[in-house]
């Protein structure tokens, strides 16, 4: 388990990025068929898989946000004055979207969440070190190679999130740690979770 370290000094919140040896996670947990896409839920009650979409966000005690990773981008979200969570899949196609940054906006929406407040953790998946990409995906490049970890941080950064952690583990390199897609076998996936603690 992967912990950023400003969300451990949090008392209120529960979070941990899933590696290849990470137990399930235990309790009522909420899920979505991720689809690389920008679709946002709030949940309030529910729990179980909701539907398609890649983020969720909530501020119910009790209940674990989760989502799947094997290189793509895990972000975990806390905003502290108003005790609200978000768990974010930015694959290459979210984070073109600008998922992260969509759903720190909805967390304004829903919840009055101050931007400049939220904790902001990006977690393990495929690192500038690795990440080649063709000219169909429209990311800054340098020899051919994509950093995703700095594209979220810019995205988040820009709409006034003030600390973003990142953890800075690459997935297709550390085989023994993490699974990875793109390395091509023994492609299970990685359980990240964040929630409010009752």
């Known amino acids: 388990m992967i912990r950023s370290p400003s969300l451990t000094e949090q008392p ?5 990025f899933g590696t290849r040896h990470t137990p399930p996670w235990p309790g009522r947990i909420a899920t979505l068929r991720q689809t690389h896409s920008d679709l946002i839920w709030t949940v309030r009650q529910a729990e179980g898989c909701l539907g398609d979409g890649d983020a969720l966000i909530s501020a119910e005690p009790g209940l674990l946000l989760t989502i799947r990773t094997a290189d793509c981008v895990p972000i975990l979200l806390a905003d502290p004055i108003r005790r609200v969570v978000a768990a974010v899949h930015a694959g290459w196609r979210g984070t073109v979207a600008g ?3 969509l759903t720190v906006e909805r967390m304004r929406s829903e919840y009055g969440t101050n931007p400049g407040d939220v904790l902001a953790a990006v977690g393990p998946s495929i690192g ?3 990440f080649e990409i063709g000219e169909e995906v429209p990311l800054p490049r340098q020899n051919r190679k994509a950093d995703l970890w700095a594209a979220n941080r810019k995205q988040l950064e820009a ?3 003030g600390l973003v952690w990142v953890a800075e583990a690459c997935t297709m390199c550390n085989e023994p740690m993490f699974y990875s897609y793109r390395r091509g076998k023994d492609t299970g996936r990685m359980v990240s979770a964040i ?4």
Not at 12 to 16: A, F, K, T
Not at 195 to 198: A, D, F, K, M, R
């Open 99 to 101: 998922i992260a940054a």
């Open 128 to 130: 500038p070190c690795c």
């Open 12 to 16: 209120w919140l529960q979070h941990g």
């Open 159 to 161: 709409v006034g999130v």
């Open 195 to 198: 929630g409010v603690l009752e």
